[in-house]
Nanobody, 122 residues
Framework: QVQLVESGGGLVQPGGSLRHTCAASGSILSIDRMAWYRQAPGKQRELVAVITADDRTNYADSVKGRFTISRDGAKNTWNLQMTSLKPEDTAVYYC????????????????WGQGTQVTVSS
């Protein structure tokens, strides 16, 4: 089984920065795709950023140039550095591991972190 634990988030003023980290634990060999999603009140969960095992990245248009996703494959952790934050970035942020390869040769799919609140307000 896989557990994803998030850290980071909090309250920040517009224009500020925050950093999220997601750490995956379990008998993990590798993770093919690591991502961050967010869900604002009254809205659907949306993809914010994704990084693959070969370090290809993709971002939602709304965060391009402001957010950066990175990973440490050896530690099974990934980060979301958020800069130039705007009030519309306020949401609960979730990390996601889409496909996990385990040391016993099996695979598992679609694991989620517990979610952390980010509030951008003056």
């Amino acid at each position: 089984q896989v557990q994803l634990v998030e850290s980071g988030g909090g309250l920040v003023q517009p224009g500020g920065s925050l950093r999220h980290t997601c750490a995956a634990s379990g008998s993990i060999l590798s993770i093919d795709r690591m991502a961050w999603y967010r869900q604002a009140p009254g809205k659907q969960r949306e993809l914010v950023a994704v990084i693959t095992a070969d370090d290809r990245t993709n971002y939602a248009d709304s965060v391009k140039g402001r957010f950066t996703i990175s990973r440490d494959g050896a530690k099974n952790t990934w980060n979301l550095q958020m800069t130039s934050l705007k009030p519309e970035d306020t949401a609960v942020y979730y990390c996601n591991a889409l496909k996990v390869r385990f040391m016993d040769g099996n695979s598992g799919y679609d694991y989620w972190g517990q979610g952390t609140q980010v509030t951008v307000s003056s």
